[in-house]
């Protein structure tokens, strides 16, 4: 059976949670969170490429990415890294660039749960400032890049478990 993303934003709440199995062993799903080769792999809509501009994947580093469209349009996202454990866990903030006013930011907290069959359960925490800030996010089209981008993730997997 397929691995399914399942997006769970309960009305009225100011989180969400991400969860996703994977067919690969909790340390290689760890570091393709972790290890910018394997981000540019996966993260991001299948319709966009993605840049780092910069990417310090440790406790007290930060990152900043950039999706592009194939016409050119740019979406920026940055944040902090509070706490990289590896293999289980990242805690980091998020921020996408293109609102008008910054400071709406989330805090992600990543687990990454060993099951058998050397496959992983993700989980992804994420609390947004305000309830409009999280329900802006799900009506901005999140479920798509995140489907797409787990999509992707499989591939990779699947190419690199060969």
């Not at 949670?17 to 809509?45: C, H, Y």
């Not at 993700?122 to 800030?133: A, E, P, R």
Request: charge should be negative; glycine fraction near 8%; include cysteine.
């Amino acid at each position: 059976m397929k691995n399914q993303t399942k997006i769970i934003a309960e009305k009225g709440i100011q989180e969400l949670f991400i969860t996703r199995e994977f067919n690969a062993p909790r340390e290689l799903v760890f570091r393709a969170f972790n290890e910018s080769e394997l981000l540019l792999q996966w993260l991001g809509g299948c319709d966009m490429t993605m840049k780092i501009d910069h990417f310090d994947s440790r406790t007290g580093g930060s990152y900043r990415f950039i999706h592009c469209t194939a016409t050119g349009q740019e979406f920026s996202f940055n944040g902090v890294i509070h706490d990289v454990t590896a293999p289980e866990r990242i805690i980091r903030t998020f921020e996408f660039e293109g609102l008008p006013e910054r400071g709406h930011v989330s805090l992600e907290t990543a687990t990454f749960e060993a099951l058998p069959d050397n496959r992983t359960k993700l989980t992804i925490q994420s609390v947004f400032k305000s309830v409009s800030d999280r329900d802006g996010m799900v009506a901005a089209g999140m479920e798509h890049g995140v489907t797409d981008s787990h999509q992707r993730l499989d591939e990779l997997f699947e190419r690199l478990l060969k």
